[in-house]
């Protein structure tokens, strides 16, 4: 079975604060893609980062990175120094095999609301 | 801007009034997708269409449809919307893979329409 765990449900945070949401998966597939989208209060799903099975190096974007570890099915997202701006609710999704004639098909966890307080 | 484009950005209906939502695409992505989002839960797919081969989710209700006519385009119909269809419905594109094998395509979302029933 295919299944994303983010396991912080709310994390309140000052500004300036370093943040890690946290994100576990499960898959017997071994090719497969992992992301991070932003959904801010107005509703729009912002897609942030795709990471693939094959690719266990960190990444970093700015404020943002990424730590992926396949040995412990993990694939966190760590917010420095954070800002107001960074309020809204994070997804992890995890990209299942498709069969022909299907487009991929995204299996996301219940989501983590990130509260940046000034 | 390449983007997804969803309207009305806002949606109330009776009880048992039929509605459309619409998505328009601008990325010529072949695959697109209808998601439901309640409040506090991750999005749901409902469905989606590679190309114009049509594929429903096997727990979608009857009550939802959806239309494709052209590459642009895609319409969500709820035939009878009950009060427990109140949610945002998002959009969402891709750029399929190759048959047979595990998308690697990332899924832009548009907006959303929130979906009022009274």
């Known amino acids: 079975a295919q299944k994303v765990t983010q396991a912080q449900t709310e994390i309140s945070v000052v500004e300036k604060e370093d943040v890690t949401l946290d994100c576990v998966y499960e898959?017997?597939?071994?090719?497969?893609?992992l992301f991070w989208y932003k959904q801010p209060p107005s509703g729009e799903l912002v897609f942030l980062i795709r990471r693939n099975s094959f690719d266990e190096q960190n990444e970093i974007s700015g404020r943002y990175s990424w730590n992926f570890q396949k040995s412990t099915s993990s694939f966190n997202f760590t917010i420095t120094a954070s800002q107001v701006v960074d309020s809204a609710v994070y997804f992890c999704a995890l990209n299942r095999r498709v069969l022909y004639n299907q487009g991929g098909k995204l299996i996301f966890g219940q989501g983590t609301e990130l509260s940046v307080k000034p | 801007d390449a983007m997804v484009i969803q309207n009305p950005r806002y949606q109330v209906t009776q009880f048992g009034k039929p509605v459309t939502l619409s998505c328009s695409q601008t990325l010529n992505h072949n695959v697109m997708y209808w998601y439901q989002q309640k409040s506090s839960q991750a999005p749901k797919l409902l469905f989606h269409y590679y190309d114009k081969d049509f594929n429903n989710e096997a727990d979608t209700p009857d009550n939802f449809q959806s239309r494709r006519p052209n590459t642009s385009f895609c319409f969500l119909d709820i035939r009878s919307p009950g009060l427990g269809d109140a949610a945002m419905y998002l959009c969402a594109t891709s750029r399929a893979g190759l048959a047979g094998r595990t998308s690697t395509d990332t899924q832009y979302f548009g907006p959303g329409t929130r979906l009022t029933v009274l």
């Open positions: 898959t017997r597939d071994t090719t497969y893609y």
